[in-house]
């Protein structure tokens, strides 16, 4: 399996809660390569988690296209998203021990997680995937003995038990030290550079953040940025929309009238003063 592409279009999910609806995701234009490796962020609430879920098929877009390879999202039955998650799609959700089960070793979890894929899969071993992630030596091992960062490798393994064409990580490195962070960073990547998987991970740690290549920024359910190897950018919409980054935002409340012209390839941005304007 090689890496699959996501591509949203004008992506919107509301939840309705108790009376009231929340509008997570209101409007989400995203291309992501097959083979990408690329890091979601964004503030609490920004919407990260559950556009993960939507490309996980765990969630159903309310509005707007929303392809995964040559999966329709959008459109799927239950049963074609289910087939979809066990074989096309590995996710690890936001705290490894939902990802496990507590009283198998390692390689049974894997096994566990095989047992779903689709039968004309050819599957690794699950010591080929525990090789993979870095826990080859603990395949047997108790998982009440592994350390936190061995437990959420051993969740990521999980996750790639099927070699899935796409790997979707909620906080995979959140909760711990920097030695295991690193560590789980790097069997990502191995598992990117070495399978080709498309790899899409939440993170809020900024230090993880600068060392991937792309990252996605989510701002109030919207991109609000793009980064590339640690250098941020505005990107314009499909509407041709700018979401301004924060430090011009502050300058240009809403409301503001800008003349926006161009001099040479160099674009202005320039506040016209308004009659009773303060
Ligand atoms: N099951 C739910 N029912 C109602 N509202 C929800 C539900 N899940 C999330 N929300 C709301 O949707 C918005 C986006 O939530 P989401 O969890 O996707 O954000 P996030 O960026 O992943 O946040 P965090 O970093 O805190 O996990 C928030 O306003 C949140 O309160």
């Not at 879920?53 to 390879?69: F, I, K, Y």
């Not at 826990?135 to 393994?157: D, E, F, I, R, Y």
């Not at 690193?182 to 991970?201: H, P, Y």
């Not at 190897?229 to 924060?246: F, R």
Request: with cysteine; charged share 15%.
């Amino acid at each position: 399996m090689t890496g699959l592409a996501i591509s949203t279009t004008g992506l919107v999910h509301i939840y309705r809660a108790h009376g009231h609806d929340v509008a997570a995701l209101s409007g989400i234009g995203i291309s992501v390569r097959p083979g990408e490796l690329v890091g979601l962020l964004g503030p609490s609430g920004a919407g990260k988690s559950t556009l993960l879920q939507l490309c996980g098929g765990l969630l159903t877009p309310s509005a707007g296209r929303l392809q995964v390879g040559e999966h329709n999202v959008a459109t799927m039955t239950d049963t074609e998203l289910d087939r979809m998650r066990s074989g096309d799609v590995g996710i690890v959700l936001q705290g490894a021990g939902r990802n496990l089960i507590p009283y198998l070793t390692p390689a049974d979890n894997i096994r566990y997680a095989q047992q779903a894929a689709p039968d004309e899969r050819d599957l690794p071993t699950p010591e080929a995937i525990l090789e993979l992630v870095g826990l080859g030596n603990h395949a047997a091992t108790p998982l009440s003995q592994l350390t936190p960062g061995q437990v959420q490798l051993c969740a990521v393994a999980v996750g790639i038990a099927t070699l899935p064409g796409l790997l979707l990580a909620d906080e995979p490195t959140s909760q711990l030290d920097h030695h295991a962070r690193d560590e789980v960073l790097a069997a990502l990547r191995t598992i990117n550079s070495e399978t080709g998987m498309t790899v899409l991970l939440v993170t809020h740690d900024p230090e993880v953040a600068a060392t991937l290549p792309r990252t996605i920024t989510i701002r109030d359910g919207r991109i609000a940025s793009e980064g590339r190897s640690g250098e941020e950018y505005a990107v314009v919409a499909v509407d041709g929309s700018l979401p301004l980054p924060p430090h011009v935002a502050e300058l240009l409340p809403a409301g503001t009238l800008v003349q926006v012209t161009t001099d040479d390839g160099v674009i202005r941005l320039t506040p016209v003063e308004q009659e009773g304007n303060q």
